[in-house]
């Protein structure tokens, strides 16, 4: 292999050794909760994380995105920025206690984004403690708002305004548990938020009210009646459904949750505009058909994360498939939903890189192996430096 530079070997010497480190890092950070819109107390610790390692102008930025700066970085020059997710899709009502059998850490979250925010701590360490100049600027960043109705607000204020005002020109996210999978493909999804309301009340004495459960069942099987095409690939999820407080009560409210997806935009479209026809039509239907009471009311957001693609042959992606191919990994460019998709939605490139390996993710049985850390880091490592050999000029 040809260095980029001198320094990779030991740089990915330390990485290698101080492999237990990273592991007490990762767990003490997945264990402080972080559901969306409360990533405040993880990326607290984060920041003292970075600033103990050596980073330079560490600080959270006006959406909370903890940000630190590699030394050696040489500005003006090209930018830039490596990434992972600070929330998880589950709430403060979920104890995380990480368990160990071996290599394998066990626990929600561990995997998705514990195992990218470890890979953080992890590699601005070591560039701290192996100095290398760099002909550009090198930022950690751990966004805020990834997943569950977050919307990419951290990824999505970083694209637009960049760090301390200097736009990025790449951008990498770490959240990936396939070795050789570089995500260069952005899915292109549609988020629909809904809030029925009715008067409520006795399920046998005011029978022939709207009923909001009722109503929200209806349009989640409704949509589930779409005709999927066999490519490209289009999904519907129902992540969310919840109404009621008792079995003989008609609900006064009934709020739902429906993802949809596709990697294709036009076929997105067509679901979504389906899904909207779905959600007027029960409505109308259900008030129509009501005995007494008022209309069934509709609260309906929609919010919608773009897609996009970050060309094969652009310096970010033959960067990461070379540090791949020269590990064995078989190289794979899968469709995804990352961060990234903020970037790439802007021709920013970006891609979605391998975190080490884990599984479970976004379930309570989530983990996390250990000991394939040490090769994501140094093929991390790798591409960094490359993509600077790459664009220097």
Not at 6 to 12: A, R
Not at 65 to 83: D, E, F, I, K, Q
Not at 289 to 300: A, V
Not at 319 to 345: C, I, K, L
């Amino acid at each position: 292999m040809l260095d980029p530079w001198p320094g990779l070997t030991p740089l990915t010497a330390l990485l290698d050794t101080r492999n237990e480190e990273w592991t007490a890092h990762q767990v003490a950070l997945c264990e402080v909760p972080a559901p969306a819109y409360g990533e405040g107390p993880r990326a607290a610790l984060l920041a003292r994380l970075f600033r103990a390692a050596g980073l330079d102008d560490v600080h959270l930025d006006e959406l909370g995105n903890v940000l630190g700066r590699a030394p050696g970085s040489t500005v003006p020059g090209r930018c830039l920025a490596v990434s992972a997710h600070l929330d998880t899709v589950f709430g403060p009502e979920v104890a995380v206690r990480v368990q160990r059998d071996g290599d394998i850490l066990a626990a929600p979250g561990i995997s998705d984004d514990g195992g990218g925010l470890g890979m953080l701590v992890a590699l601005g360490t070591a560039l701290c403690e192996v100095p290398l100049k760099l002909p550009g600027e090198l930022w950690l960043a751990a966004t805020v708002g990834e997943e569950s109705v977050g919307h990419l607000r951290g990824a999505r204020h970083l694209a637009s305004d960049g760090v301390r005002g200097r736009p990025l020109d790449a951008f990498i996210t770490l959240d990936s548990s396939a070795p050789g999978h570089i995500v260069r493909h952005g899915t292109h999804s549609a988020n629909h938020d809904l809030v029925l309301h009715g008067p409520g009340g006795h399920a046998w004495g005011d029978f022939g009210v709207v009923n909001p459960a009722v109503a929200l069942a209806r349009i989640v099987a409704r949509v589930s009646q779409y005709n999927l095409p066999e490519a490209p690939r289009v999904t519907f999820n129902c992540g969310i459904l919840e109404a009621g407080y008792a079995p003989n009560v008609i609900p006064a409210r009934a709020h739902g949750h429906l993802n949809l997806r596709s990697e294709d935009a036009a076929e997105l479209r067509r679901l979504d505009n389906f899904a909207r026809r779905a959600v007027a039509e029960v409505v109308e239907e259900v008030s129509r058909k009501r005995r007494d009471g008022p209309e069934l009311r509709l609260e309906h957001a929609v919010t919608e994360r773009e897609g996009g693609e970050t060309p094969a042959d652009s310096p970010l992606v033959l960067a990461a498939v070379a540090a791949a191919e020269y590990r064995g990994w078989p190289v794979q460019h899968p469709v995804s939903s990352t961060d990234a998709n903020a970037f790439m939605a802007r021709g920013i490139d970006a891609v979605c890189l391998h975190s080490g390996e884990g599984g479970g993710e976004h379930t309570l049985a989530e983990w996390y192996d250990t000991a394939s850390r040490p090769a994501a880091l140094a093929a991390l490592a790798e591409t960094v430096l490359r993509w600077f050999a790459l664009t220097a000029g």
